[in-house]
Nanobody
Framework: QVQLVESGGGSVQAGGSLRLSCVLT????????MGWFRQVPGKEREGVAT????????DYADSVKGRFTVRKDNIKNILYLQMDSLKPEDSATYYC???????????????????????WGQGTLVTVSS
């Protein structure tokens, strides 16, 4: 059973940086696709970034493009989210997410956006003050 544990949240002033980490443990059959979501109270959870997409390029929400960078260490099974030039509107609880990929022509792939998340991390709070 796959489990996800996030760390790295905290408080920072606008313009600052934070790096989130997500450790994946356990075994899974097939390709495990990972990404980051965030949620503020009263709003739906939104996708922030996905890695390991079919064409090899990460996918980002428009609101974070150019400021956030997602990267996965495949040896250590750790997913990172480097957040730079943070804005107050980035304040949210950030969740690591994982789902099984899909098979096409005998090869496993990950979608550009996770759409059937099977495992969530516990969440880590990010607060950006103006």
């Amino acid at each position: 059973q796959v489990q996800l544990v996030e760390s790295g949240g905290g408080s920072v002033q606008a313009g600052g940086s934070l790096r989130l980490s997500c450790v994946l443990t356990g075994n899974a059959y097939g390709r495990v696709c990972m990404g980051w979501f965030r949620q503020v109270p009263g709003k739906e959870r939104e996708g922030v970034a996905t890695t390991d997409t079919a064409d090899g390029t990460p996918d980002y929400a428009d609101s974070v493009k150019g400021r956030f960078t997602v990267r996965k260490d495949n040896i250590k099974n750790i997913l990172y989210l480097q957040m730079d030039s943070l804005k107050p509107e980035d304040s949210a609880t950030y969740y690591c997410a994982a789902e099984k990929g899909y098979v096409y022509d005998g090869t496993w792939y990950c979608p550009r956006k996770l759409d059937h998340v099977e495992v969530w991390g516990q969440g880590t709070l990010v607060t950006v003050s103006s």
